[in-house]
């Protein structure tokens, strides 16, 4: 890909993205969702997140990252539940995942 066809996705890339977050603000009072339809976006938001969560804290690359992440992540999230500091729940999973490490716990 040379310099011009990089900065021409760029800008149909950012374009894009700016049509999107657009059409949330402009679109939200001409479209109207069922309450069911509302509460299945919501729920899929959750659904995702825990997705995303549990592939990250679970895999590197394309193995198992093995027990220290996910026992420091699962620090971490018990933390957040619990209304703790943001600082603390971040330095508490990671030195819980650290360690662990340490220990030789993989």
């Not at 021409?8 to 339809?37: C, D, E, K, N, Q």
């Not at 895999?59 to 620090?75: K, S, Y």
Request: proline share 5%.
């Amino acid at each position: 890909m040379d310099g011009l066809e990089l900065l021409i996705a760029t800008v149909v890339l950012a374009a894009g993205t700016f049509a999107f977050r657009f059409a949330g603000p402009v679109l939200r009072t001409r479209v109207h969702l069922s309450p069911r339809a509302q509460r299945l976006m919501a729920l899929s938001a959750v659904v995702l997140l825990a997705a995303l969560v549990a592939t990250s804290a679970l895999t590197e690359g394309h193995t198992f990252a093995g027990i220290a992440r996910p026992a420091g992540v699962l620090v971490g999230g018990v933390l957040a539940w619990r209304k703790a500091p943001f600082v603390a729940v971040v330095v508490a999973a990671a030195a819980t995942a650290a360690l662990l490490r340490l220990a030789g716990v993989p």
